[in-house]
């Protein structure tokens, strides 16, 4: 049996590896893994079979992975302060003349906020594109507009499964503002002035391997993991794998620290077909596909997955959004000790994950803050 935490990790580092260029990223792999697998669900044969494969290690089902994102979709109500904020919707959208297998309709409802919405496709592709951004922008708090770009959405689109995620919480232990001040950041385009935040606390603190690992605890259930290589953040990542990951996200233990961050902001926006084919994933993209447990008709397989991701962290807490969309067409037919200085003034990654699952809601790289 898998550990469904450790393949999920899994996934996270092989599509970072693949999505991520030389500078600055950041992707949601809860929001590709909600996408990906309903999409599973959606298929039988080869196509599920090689999303199996990357979502769950090769396991004859996604179910564990589907109980541990359905799980990461509720945070904690506990402590004081600013609520914190998570949400997340689940969409199949169809056409008016879709065939939509109603058993698949058990399988979505199983998913946080499970729906089907219909929508023009063929009749009005402009109009079932618009409808799509504006769903997703009212669950992303506008923070992602425009998800499909003007032409993603074409005359042969038949259905798109569609997830969307928004999270807001506040640190356990915010920075104090009138801490904040421009320090030097040593990225590889040369040292940047950048605001930087500074904090003295009792945090998830590791040194092992080659690398500082920081937790910062925020509401809800919330953590974020700063990973920072002691040297070039390139070199240190080419070295890494998914086991030495799940070793370093494992290894944090309460000490006082003295950590000074840069605030971070960071979009981005990828077309994920040529990833995921890298990653073993290729059938689903194919005339070979079978996606008969979603809908009678022969003719369906995936032209494109779209992703966006936002996160902002400052002062306060952090922000995030994300959203997937699986474009789906038819054929024409601690001991105490001496504070630690962790000075974060190089490039370095940064996870932020839901602490009781280890489900990672944003996997980013920060280059150029």
């Known amino acids: 049996m898998g550990n469904p ?31 990906l697998g309903l999409t599973s ?8 079979e090689e999303l199996a494969a990357l979502l769950a290690g090769g396991a004859a089902d996604v179910a564990k992975q589907a109980e541990l994102l359905r799980t990461a979709a ?18 199949l959208w169809t056409g008016d003349h879709f065939a939509l297998n109603q058993d698949f309709l058990g399988d979505l409802a199983a998913w946080p906020n499970g729906r089907v919405r219909t929508t023009p496709f063929q009749e009005n592709p402009e109009a079932a594109r618009q409808a799509i951004n504006s769903d997703v922008a009212e669950t992303t708090h506008d923070l992602i507009p425009e998800l499909l770009a003007p032409g993603t959405v074409r005359p042969d689109t038949v259905a798109s499964l569609v997830n969307a ?29 950048v605001p930087t935040m500074h904090l003295s606390e009792s945090l998830g603190y ?30 240190a990542e080419s070295t890494m ?13 309460k000490r006082q620290v003295r950590l000074a961050l840069p605030k971070v902001k960071l979009r981005q926006r ?9 990653l073993g994933v290729r059938t689903m993209f194919t005339p070979r596909a079978d996606f ?14 779209l992703h966006e991701a936002v996160l902002r962290l400052d002062e306060q807490g952090l922000e995030g959004a994300a959203a997937t969309a699986v474009m789906m067409r038819a054929l024409a037919m601690i001991t105490p000790a001496d504070p630690v200085d962790v000075v974060v003034d190089r490039p370095f990654l940064l996870l932020v994950r839901h602490a009781a699952t280890g489900v990672v809601y944003f996997f980013a790289r920060v280059v150029e803050p």
């Open 5 to 35: 935490e450790l393949d999920h990790l899994r996934f996270c580092f092989a599509l970072h590896r693949a999505v991520a260029g030389a500078g600055d990223s950041c992707f949601s792999p809860y929001s590709v893994a909600s996408a």
């Open 41 to 48: 669900q959606a298929a039988r044969g080869a196509a599920s």
């Open 74 to 91: 509720t945070l904690d109500e506990g402590g004081r302060g600013e609520a914190p904020v998570l949400e997340v919707a689940n969409t």
């Open 165 to 193: 995620v928004y999270l807001k919480v506040a640190w356990r232990h915010r920075f104090p503002e009138e801490r904040t001040e421009d320090a030097d950041f040593r990225s590889p385009s040369g040292v940047r002035c």
């Open 206 to 235: 590791a040194a092992r391997d080659g690398w500082q690992v920081v937790e910062l605890p925020a509401a809800g259930g919330v953590t974020a993991t700063v990973l920072l290589p002691d040297g070039d953040l390139a070199a």
């Open 241 to 253: 794998d998914d086991n030495a990951l799940a070793a370093l996200v494992r290894a944090p233990r």
């Open 270 to 278: 990828a077309a994920l077909k040529p990833a995921l084919a890298g």
């Open 292 to 305: 008969t447990p979603l809908s009678p008709d022969p003719r369906l397989y995936v032209g494109e997955v």
